[in-house]
């Protein structure tokens, strides 16, 4: 297929969606131009949003580390 005629596709396959959704594709239409367009930047943004979601992972894992490490101190630990 063409370039054209996948526009064509694009096109007609979004008249008449609600304005959600068109918000919704105009960011993965964003998202696409961005991998095609900065390779660079879209690579550095996608590391630091996994490294991220890493980081909040290992803190959830951590705190229940901790939460665990910490049950029942006060029982065994009273303050007098």
């Known amino acids: 297929m063409t370039s054209q005629t996948y526009e064509q596709i694009?096109?007609?396959?979004?008249?008449g969606l609600p304005p959600d959704m068109l918000a919704?594709?105009?960011d993965f239409v964003y998202f696409v131009r961005k991998r095609a367009t900065q390779p660079q930047a879209f690579e550095e943004e996608l590391m630091s949003v996994l490294l991220n979601a890493e980081l909040r992972q290992m803190s959830r894992v951590e705190e229940a580390h901790l939460d665990e490490e910490f049950q029942d101190y006060e029982r065994l630990y009273p303050r007098d």
């Open 10 to 15: 694009i096109v007609e396959g979004i008249r």
């Open 24 to 26: 919704e594709i105009a």
